[in-house]
């Protein structure tokens, strides 16, 4: 009896296209990991500089996050052609797509963040001689940690899913797999490519919330312990 062969089958669950291209898929993996990282790291770059023009009062908070806003509301396709006269068919082109779509969801948890730092805190950091340079670096930042990385976790989420559309330049990680795979109805491989982004994201989501976890340690202090039973 001949054994049946899942590639030929055209199967959505083969073991046999996983192992075959063990290579391939760890390439688009980490590819799809670096430019999701790059990306949220110069999302935070640009995010705080604007949150912080945005706190100056209305003036600056319309239109910096009207900006934003209407930049996240732009198609992935049309943002990669504004962008392709700047930064040809490159990594740079997806890479600084992918920053102005994060800058909606960054720049408003961070400026959330500093908004809801009390004020009759920074009144004492200023009476203990705090100028505002040191203010915003040494209390006014640690106090906003849990938003600002709560803006962190949504936005590299966001990015894993934002990165696969790289792939109509050829520089979409696991997105390079997944568009010619659907168009030749590859099942194998459109499973694979897409299971992969899923554990992605779970796993950045994951590894962000233990670093809030260990950054944001008053967050979790003085909570209430369990009313002891009996009497």
């Known amino acids: 009896m001949a054994v ?6 055209n199967d959505w669950i083969c073991w046999d296209y996983v192992s075959s291209r063990a290579p391939e898929l ?28 945005a706190r100056r009062g209305r003036r600056w908070a319309a239109p910096v996050l009207g900006l934003t806003t209407l930049l996240y509301t732009v198609p992935s396709l049309a943002m990669f052609s504004l962008l ?15 920053v102005l779509y994060s800058l909606t969801i960054l720049v408003r948890n961070v400026l959330a963040g500093l ?34 990385l709560a803006g962190v976790r949504i936005a590299t989420v966001s990015t894993v899913a934002l990165t696969t559309v790289g792939s109509i330049v050829g520089k979409g990680g696991l997105g390079n797999l997944i568009a010619p795979a659907v168009n030749s109805s590859f099942k194998a491989q459109v499973l694979t490519a897409s299971v ?17 976890w260990l950054l944001t340690p008053w967050t979790r202090a003085g909570r209430p312990a369990r009313a002891g039973k009996g009497g």
């Open 84 to 98: 392709l006269p700047f930064f040809g068919l490159s990594a740079a082109l997806v890479v600084t797509g992918l």
């Open 115 to 148: 908004e809801a730092v009390p004020e009759e805190v920074r009144e004492a950091a200023r009476g203990m001689g705090y100028g505002p340079a040191r203010l915003l670096w040494q209390v006014e930042l640690p106090l906003a940690l849990p938003a600002l």
């Open 26 to 53: 760890a390439d688009a993996t980490l590819e799809h990991v670096w430019i999701t990282a790059v990306s949220v790291l110069i999302g935070v770059a640009v995010a705080v500089p604007l949150a912080l023009l």
């Open 196 to 212: 992969l982004c899923v554990l992605l994201a779970l796993a950045a989501d994951l590894l962000l919330l233990a670093l809030q």
């Open 4 to 9: 049946r062969n899942c590639l030929v089958a």
